[in-house]
């Protein structure tokens, strides 16, 4: 469905993120003719480029990241006639008239800022002041959204000094992966599911993001944050809402993301024996996370697994355990729901026991699988078996989906329609800031040391005891 006519000025827009997924997204929405022909990008940066130049950047972007059989000269250049540039200064003076007048009336007006966040309330007030944005205009912002609940607040404070709550989206790009929205789907679109998602049902709930790649050259930003702070209290927190939240009474923007607030204020401090951080050590050819950050002496984790509850009624008792890191044995992020064993085996014992699992894969090959227990086929008596019941959408998809393009193009296509409900709101960001700022403080006071981890492997040890020590397993990452 194509949408409103639109300028979307990309602050930023020769940077990492624009070069990778923001600008291929957009050509991949212009291919699939969801992009109107009134519809035109501004990159908007420091480098001085003209039109032309901009435009040759660009095609080098989309040469790099798009798969070649996707890319046809045509349309490249038809996409890349959408483009315009103009070199701003978002502290300065420079580029901000030439900007005010390229941009059109009657059309939806859209800034993304992909620029650090310490640019935001410079670019927030000179879009204000020059009266590029008008009460109808959106604006996108990047992670981090700040660092602690001081910072986030003060943030949303800045924005709010020009943009309505209705105007900002705060981007978290794991909200736009296809399974995420079919989770939501499947939770509140049958009547099968939802009787059972309970803690009376399910036993417990896994969270699972794995990297298998280090923190590389990002190393002097990552040792600020750490996976609590970059994975934990944004995407993982986003996730454990969808599978928590009660059922919104409409799926609309306030009325999802009310339900998710309620989550993460529902969220118990958790113990330190409920938490092991991690640190990667050096493999066969792989340096360790302290020389990849070059500080012998860094505290900071680059793997985390925590216990979490939930408390309300409809979770009372139920583990959430969540786990992400880096340089381990697969890139696999996934949910399991599982569920609670039948509480009587009419098959006895020897027939083999058997827990439903629901598992949403967000990557690799999206999808979600049910296990059933069912009879194994043949004449060899009653014995059960697990098998798949499998809603992978890879297919419908196309092969060569790549869930994280994808998750912007959908998102930056919700920003024109002005839908806000898969983005996350002001204070749903401060309430997990306000849960996650304890717990990072308490490793300060303690001075805590991670524990070292092979790379290649499922983490630390006693992550693996986390679950151990109440008989449950994490699934395997392979
Ligand atoms: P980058 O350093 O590659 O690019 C920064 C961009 O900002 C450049 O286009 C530069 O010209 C522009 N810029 C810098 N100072 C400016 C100024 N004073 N005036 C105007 N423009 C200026 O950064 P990036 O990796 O593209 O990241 C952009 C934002 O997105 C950051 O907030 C980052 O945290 C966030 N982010 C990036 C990624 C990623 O994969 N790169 C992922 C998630 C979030």
Redo the contacts with the bound molecule.
């Keep these: 469905i194509p949408v409103e006519p639109f300028d979307l000025v990309i602050?930023?827009?020769?940077?990492?993120?624009?070069?990778?997924?923001i600008l291929p997204g957009l050509y991949r929405r212009f291919v699939s003719g969801q992009m109107p022909p009134e519809a035109r990008v501004i990159g908007?940066?420091?480098?001085e480029f003209d039109d032309a130049g901009y435009r040759n950047e660009v095609r080098d972007a989309l040469v790099e990241f798009i798969a070649k059989d996707k890319l046809d000269d045509d349309r490249v250049a038809a996409f890349l006639d959408r483009l315009h540039y103009v070199a701003?200064?978002?502290?300065?003076e420079a580029g901000w008239s030439e900007l005010a007048d390229l941009m059109r009336e009657n059309v939806v007006r859209a800034f993304y800022?992909?620029?650090?966040?310490s640019?935001f309330g410079a670019l927030a007030e000179r879009l204000h002041m020059h009266r590029i944005a008008d009460a109808d205009s959106r604006i996108v912002v990047?992670?981090?959204f700040g660092r602690d609940l001081a910072s986030a607040r003060q943030l949303n404070q800045t924005l709010a000094e020009h943009f309505e709550e209705t105007q900002i989206y705060r981007i978290d790009h794991y909200l736009g992966k296809e399974t995420v929205q079919n989770l939501m789907a499947v939770r509140f679109g049958n009547v099968l599911f939802e009787p059972l998602w309970n803690a009376q049902y399910v036993d417990h709930i896994q969270i699972t993001v794995a990297e298998t790649v280090g923190v590389g050259g990002r190393g002097g930003y990552y040792d600020k944050s750490g996976a609590m702070r970059d994975m934990v209290q944004n995407h993982l927190m986003q996730l454990l809402c969808l599978i928590a939240m009660e059922p919104p009474s409409r799926f609309d923007p306030d009325a999802v993301r009310d339900e998710k607030l309620k989550v993460i204020r529902a969220l118990e401090p958790v113990e330190s024996r409920d938490i092991v951080r991690g640190q990667y050590q050096r493999g066969s050819n792989s340096a360790s996370y302290l020389e990849d950050v070059e500080d012998e002496q860094s505290r900071t984790e680059s793997f985390i697994a925590m216990k979490l509850h939930v408390s309300n009624w409809r979770w009372a008792g139920t583990p959430f355990y969540v786990r992400t890191g880096k340089r381990l044995r697969a890139r696999q992020s996934e949910i399991a729901v599982v569920f609670k064993d039948a509480p009587h085996s009419i098959f006895g014992e020897e027939a083999g026991r058997h827990r439903n699992i629901l598992t949403i894969r967000l990557q690799p090959n999206e999808g979600m699988t049910l296990g059933v227990t069912i009879k194994e086929p043949g004449p060899g008596g009653m014995r059960l078996i697990d098998v798949p019941l499998d809603m992978t959408f890879a297919d419908a998809l196309g092969p060569d989906n790549d869930d994280v393009t994808d998750a912007y193009e959908r998102l930056v296509m919700d920003v024109i329609r002005g839908n806000q409900t898969l983005f996350m709101r002001g204070d749903e960001v401060e309430a997990a800031w306000a849960w996650t700022d304890p717990i990072i403080e308490g490793w300060q006071m303690r001075d805590m040391r991670p524990k070292p981890y092979e790379p290649g492997t499922a983490g630390p040890e006693e992550s693996a005891m986390l679950l151990h020590r109440e008989n449950r397993r994490w699934r395997a990452i392979r």
């Design positions: 602050f930023g827009g020769t940077g990492d993120l624009a070069r990778r997924k908007a940066a420091r480098s701003i200064d978002a502290t300065g800022f992909s620029v650090a966040p640019l990047e992670k981090p």
